[in-house]
């Protein structure tokens, strides 16, 4: 036999009290299940702070390299004390953190690279010129020497007699008029 019981026959208080233990205990687990801890980023944050220790954030961005890992502390400590919402951003900021630390580094070992590479080669520019002056870079045997020859004279006027030199003569090109004792003709078209 079932018993039926009228729907006041709990009294009023009691099952308010009962309403308001079963609110607080699903209030209790959605605040539990809202914010779980942030593995994912804390994962993250780490990779990128070991991936800019190694692109070497230590010598090029020691800064930056200093702020990630102290974010990271910051959000360790976070999840220790269940502070999940306050950990996963502070494991977000070690990673940008982290991120720029190892871009600055990259950025750093080019230019150290760079400037190396722009002192061996004047290095190697000023021992290609002492080679050179002092000759001791050997001819390759498929290589031939040349001599400079100097072009034949066009002008076939002998030169004055006596070994003597005549002025310029402004005729306009610059050619030097012989000196012998015939009349020039006179291109002067009138006489």
């Known amino acids: 036999m079932v018993h039926n019981l009228p729907s006041n026959a709990l009294p009023k208080g009691r099952r308010l009290l009962a309403q308001a233990a079963l609110a607080l205990a699903f209030a209790t687990l959605a605040g539990c299940a809202s914010t779980p801890p942030p593995d994912g ?3 993250q944050a780490l990779a990128q702070l070991q991936a800019a ?3 070497g954030a230590a010598d090029y961005a020691p800064v930056d390299l200093d ?7 910051q959000a360790q400590a976070a999840m220790a004390s269940k502070k999940y919402d306050d950990a996963s951003v502070l494991a977000d900021e070690s990673r940008a953190d982290s991120e ?3 871009a600055k580094a990259r950025l750093g070992a080019a230019r150290a690279q760079n400037s190396a590479k722009s002192k061996e080669n004047a290095q190697m520019r000023v021992e290609m010129i002492d ?14 020497e040349t001599e400079s020859v100097l072009p034949e004279a066009t ?17 306009g090109g610059g ?14 078209g009138g006489q």
């Open 41 to 43: 980023p804390m994962n």
């Open 53 to 55: 220790r190694d692109a």
């Open 67 to 73: 702020y990630a890992q102290s974010k990271f502390r």
């Open 100 to 102: 720029l630390a190892r």
């Open 131 to 144: 080679n050179h002056q002092n000759d001791t870079v050997p001819i390759p045997n498929n290589v031939q």
């Open 155 to 171: 002008d076939s006027t002998p030169p004055p007699v006596g070994g003597q030199t005549q002025p310029l003569n402004d005729n």
């Open 175 to 188: 050619y030097i008029q012989p000196q012998n004792n015939q009349p020039q003709p006179n291109n002067q």
